[in-house]
């Protein structure tokens, strides 16, 4: 009986799980996937946070519009890609359970490039909306399979690591690529000779480029085995309403969906109309837009250094206290840190840029929280479904906190967004402690 037994073991495969540095990663994983997934998100994010950041440009040299309609203009077109994300991003997470995340993510980092081109070429505000809209769609493949593949990667008990180390390999590229590269390259190009407006279509034909070199990383270097549910051939259908079931029996999940409505419209609010407050009170003051752009790029420098300190001390953190603790906790200071923001007049100074940098740090924290948390909740195979609703919540709070923040931003002022998210960070953040305590 002993020895039938020693054989019964002898016949099960064992399970090996390989190690990137402290980080033990699922079975299957290798480090080099690690490493592509890290080169290829760094391609994804640097790209929507440049359109963001660097679309001001544009508004105040090649395209012509009026200042005081800019914030409504931005709020529009953050819409109208959040539309097409939140009708796409649901469906494309799980259609990635089936086809893997591979083909989906090149696909869409493929067609995200196409839109940064054509952003480049637009000259009304009719075709900035088509650019933008190809964008988008670009934008729903790359956000679900995305995070898809982030709660794919690690062992669960290393999630908050991994994230951690993720969040900063991608805070120093976009320090690297928009905040020094992008924000410096029109003055640089202007400074040499080159008109303002071929500046900015030089920076954007470059980021398009970058699009290109993700595709190619994307195919060639993520796994290439099928989903988790690829085996199952689960309708899409059916794994939406599955997932539904699950948001129902589990508070916690509940609360993360909510928490993606507000940490989209964060980076929202922090991408698109950072920026733009910079520019506009430039403008008041006879400052030329490539060097506004600039001094933009400081302040995205500060944002970027506080969101890698803070990945890398809550991404460890978050593995050894309670997540969704941390969770209430980081809401609490971004509200309190955003609504602080009505008293900045001048960004010049240190205290706004320490401010800014103090925002960014909640909010990176709530991102390494909140998806800790989703990974830890989320059964692996649903977990593209999962993070398709969960990314379409996220659509959701880009779609109304940015409608309102442009308003806001040309009726009232440039610090008035960033009041309103600095309410619903508090808010949400409250729901969490509650749901921690329950």
């Known amino acids: 009986m002993s020895a039938t037994w020693h054989d019964d073991i002898r016949d099960v495969p064992k399970v090996t799980q390989a190690r990137l540095g402290p980080i033990m990663l699922a079975p299957g994983v290798r480090p080099g996937h690690v490493v592509a997934f890290a080169c290829v998100a760094i391609c994804s994010l640097s790209l929507y946070v440049f359109v963001n950041f660097m679309q001001p440009y544009l508004l105040h040299g090649q395209i012509a519009v009026p ?46 490039a196409v839109g940064l081109a054509l952003v480049s070429a637009a000259a009304t505000v009719l075709q900035l909306f088509g650019a933008r809209a190809v964008f988008a769609l670009g934008t729903a493949a790359t956000t679900a399979t995305l995070a898809a593949t982030a709660a794919d990667y690690p062992d669960n008990a290393a999630r908050g ?53 993700g595709t190619v990383l994307a195919w060639r270097g993520l796994a290439r085995k099928p989903a988790p549910a690829a085996s199952a051939r689960t309708h899409l259908f059916a794994s939406l309403a599955r997932i539904a ?42 400052i ?32 050894r206290i309670s997540r969704m603790a941390a969770l209430a906790a980081a809401l609490g200071l971004a509200g309190a840190g955003n609504i602080l923001l009505l008293a900045v007049h001048d960004f010049a100074h240190w205290p706004a840029t320490l401010l800014v940098g103090a925002i960014a740090a909640a909010e990176t924290a709530i991102v390494v929280c909140g998806q800790a948390v989703l990974g830890e909740q989320t059964p692996a195979a649903l ?56």
């Not at 953050?78 to 090149?106: K, T, Y």
């Not at 790029?297 to 969101?307: D, N, Q, R």
């Not at 969960?390 to 960033?418: E, N, T």
Request: net charge positive.
């Open 67 to 112: 200042p005081a309609d800019t914030g409504r203009l931005t709020s529009h077109l953050a819409v109208m890609q959040e539309i097409l994300v939140l009708a796409c991003v649901g469906p494309i997470g799980a259609l990635s359970d089936r086809v893997g995340r591979r083909a989906v993510f090149a696909f869409g980092l493929l067609v995200v």
């Open 161 to 213: 690591k991994f994230l951690g180390l993720m969040l900063i390999t991608q805070q120093l590229a976009i320090l690297l690529l928009v905040a020094t590269i992008a924000a410096r390259l029109p003055s640089w190009l202007v400074a040499r000779g080159v008109g303002a407006v071929p500046a900015g279509q030089i920076t954007f034909r470059a980021a398009a480029a970058l699009g290109v070199v």
């Open 245 to 286: 079931a699950h948001i129902r029996r589990h508070p916690a999940y509940i609360m993360v969906v909510a928490v993606a409505f507000v940490a989209r419209g964060d980076a929202a609010i922090m991408s698109g109309f950072l920026s733009l407050w910079v520019m506009r009170s430039a403008g008041t003051a006879g």
């Open 288 to 319: 030329a837009a490539a060097n506004a752009m600039h001094s933009a790029g400081s302040l995205l420098s500060a944002v970027t250094i506080c969101s890698m300190v803070s990945a890398c001390i809550v991404g460890f953190a978050a593995d």
């Open 383 to 438: 977990r593209g479904a999962a993070i398709g609703v969960f990314s379409m919540c996220g659509s959701l709070g880009v779609l109304i906190l940015a409608f309102a923040g442009g308003l806001l931003f040309d009726l009232v002022s440039g610090a008035a967004p960033f009041a309103m998210l600095g309410a619903v960070n508090v808010i949400a953040g409250v729901a969490a402690w509650l749901v921690w305590r329950g």
